[in-house]
């Protein structure tokens, strides 16, 4: 006995491609396990009934209305700044910059509105801050990929030092433009002419951006699935030497998809400002370029999946401000809660390409 | 049996590994014994590495048990292999360049370093088995074959008497080959147990004791090498009964169809990789490249794809009515713009030829993605080609929409090799095209470029194993460090003479 050597108690070794419903089942398990484990905390911790501050969490997104509405509004921002950066992140190039270049995007919008509201007609000011958010963040996307594709500099860093320059930028602009003068901060754009403000459809003020959103989503699924450019964007992806190996001009694909990704970043920036928030702050996006990173990568880069990954981040900060305001807790507890469960969610993952082979019991050595 | 007086240095008993629904291995017994050479054989997929990774650490088996001379044993991690005196030196060699061959055989070894005793066991191991390997050597200075001595006695420094060696020859020449046994031959005669995994019957007979022989992941029988043969061999391996013969018929009406003059091509470093090289490949013909690996065969290949920045010399593709087209300064796409029916099988299949992570279908895209004017990609098409190359070729794959990492090698190969020739090409570059492959799969790929040449195509076949080479090939172009050493004619050349061409230029002096 003594001479035989015990196997290891388990080992781990790759899964073959495992069917959806049982990777689904995988997640939804992991999603299970976090909100049991959050209740155990929240109970142990604070001595809270968990289900009570769960209700609470389901209040904080749809308790009423306008908080329903709100929730939706977030929801389609995120999402519209996570399908702008998903066909750079389909192509492995990091775009980091989508907190950037959605800002700069809010600031073209800013100075339309500012400098051409009431002097054109509203349309045309509208029209103005369409084309010049989504030229401001092409270009904001457009001078990394460019350096990119010539040097072969990397995106990640030269995208998230654009974020710097973008909010220096709105800082200045913020100081010229402040009202009223020594404020150092703008205030609500023309809140009496609501020129250049976005028509509203009907009484739902954030209708109109979860519609352009939502139309945003389907093209941009159609077109990495089904166009030519998405075809090229993912085998640039997987391999840039197969893509020159048939032909693919390495360097163009990624100049113009960092183009499309900040355009759609600068239009995000739009709909923000010209939609909803009717003014600028240097923190105007909430840091949305980020989140949307995860938002993206959690939905495998499907822009259907990620209406359910944009809800799920959205709906989990919503119930977290909503638990700190009801039961006094302190804002970091929800941010607690919200990594314990992203933990499980991004955890799942390992058990879903992964299997774990426990030791058959022993009954040989019987 | 004469062998039953030896140790059995390792027993596998009942090893069974799967990956996911797949059975690697299937309650495999192994012998291995000291003083013996063992040949581990077996087509593609049926598990021979497998096997040898759970051996030396890399994979845990489900089931089994594995001892060593005589004692039960876990074998956790490559350490514990080493701890047990096993070594296992793979096809692609783990070596820090910029580091000297002592430097490396010492890396990552616990207790002081001290260089000049580690030189002088490395010396001493070298003079015991008639390696060749300068301690002080770097590794970026050295040729292949001398970089898999370094492997070699890597593993031998650190204690090992079991050694694996994972297709050793598919990178050395015919001379480098027969060194190689050469000190296989004196390590088995210290008493070393030997097992080479290899494809190429003609070493199995040259140099083994013993044959293994795996099929499906199962084990289906060994015994001695004097008492069998290559084909006997290659049907264990197959299940049934193969030919062993490659056709090569008289070429129809060939007409050049690429002439290249002086082509000279440097690395991005500023290396010379071809100098001068001159030569016509016909219609209907298939011209074999023989020589070392890296003497400039893949950006010979390259620079006729378009892939290659070349500094000089012309590449013409002439057309049935005689009109030249210059290729220099072209890219893939422009060449296909042309009208020039360019197909070409790299290397690096995976890296280069797929797309690893994309299904057969997506694949089959690649070429013909842009066609049309529409906006969106035609899904149908590549879908009947990938059907239609899998029902042909004969590929095993669960369903077109598989991701083609997941096929054996052989298989990821019939894709390429399918959809390349889909296209009707007129010209044909393979490089390596059967590295790595079975029996079976090998001769597939034969008859296929053997079905192209009939069809007219001229083929620029690259090749490393120069017995298939000689068999199949019309004219032999032998490369030796970026120059054209000789073309022969295929018929009638011998394995010697081009040996000697690949490593001198023009081979013999009195030619």
Known sequence: MNNKAHNPLFHVSRRAALPWYRAWGIRAAALLIALLACALITNLITGLNPLAVYAT????????????????????MLLCVSLAIT??????????????QMLIGCLATTACMILLGGKLPNWVVILCMLVSSILAGAIWAAIPAIFKAKWNTNETLFTLMMNYVATQLVAYYIIIWEVPKGAGKIGIINQSTQAGWLPQIGSYKYLLNIIVVALVCVAMYVYLNYSKHGYEIAVVGESERTARYVGIKVERVIVRTMLLSGAVCGLAGMLLVGGTEHTLTTTITSGRGFTAVMVSWLAKF????MVLTSFLLVFLERGAGQIATSFGLSSSYADILTGLILFFIIGSEFFINYQINFRHAAGKED | MSLDNKTAAVKMRNITKSFGPVLANDKVWLDIYRGEILALLGENGSGKTTLMNMLSGIYFPDEGTISIDGRDVVIRSPKDAFDLGIGMIHQHFKLVDVLTAAENIVLGLPGKLDLKAASEKIRGICSAYGFEVDPDQKIYDMSVSQKQTVEIVKVLYRGA???????????????????????LRNMRDDGKAIVIITHKMHEVEALSDRVAILRHGQFIGDMPTKQTNAQEMTNMM??????LNIDRPEPVNPKPRIEV????????????????????????EILGIAGISGCGQKELLESIAGLQPVEAGSISYIEDDGTREELIGKDPLSIAEMGVSLSFVPEDRLGMGLVANMDLADNMMLRSFRKGHSLFTDRRTPKELAQAVVQNLEVSTP?????????????????????????APTVLLTAYAVRGLDINSSYTIYDLI????????????VGEDLDVLLELADRILVLCGGKVSGIIPGRGANKRDVGLMMTKLGGKADE
Not at chain 1, 87 to 100: I, K, T, V, Y
Not at chain 2, 271 to 279: A, G, H, N, P, Q
């Open chain 1, 57 to 76: 969490i389901w209040q904080g997104s749809f308790g009423s209305a306008r908080r329903a509405w709100v929730l939706f509004q977030n929801i389609a």
């Open chain 2, 450 to 461: 053997n079905k192209q040449k009939a069809e007219g195509v001229a083929i620029i076949y």
């Open chain 2, 238 to 243: 197959v299940g049934h009964a193969v030919t």
């Open chain 2, 261 to 284: 003059k002086g082509l000279t091509v440097r690395s991005i470093d500023g290396i010379l990789k071809l100098e001068d090289v001159s030569f016509t490949a016909n219609s209907g």
């Open chain 2, 161 to 183: 008497d079991i050694l694996i060696l994972d297709e050793p020859t598919a990178v050395l020449t015919p001379q480098e080959t027969d060194k190689l046994f050469a000190v």
């Open chain 2, 399 to 423: 369903g077109i929409s598989t991701p083609v990492r997941r096929l054996s090698g052989g298989n990821v190969q019939k894709v390429l090799v399918g959809r390349e020739i889909s296209s």
């Open chain 1, 302 to 305: 499907n822009p259907i999946w």
């Open chain 1, 87 to 100: 066909p750079a992140f389909r192509m492995r190039c990091w775009n980091l910059g989508g907190d950037g």
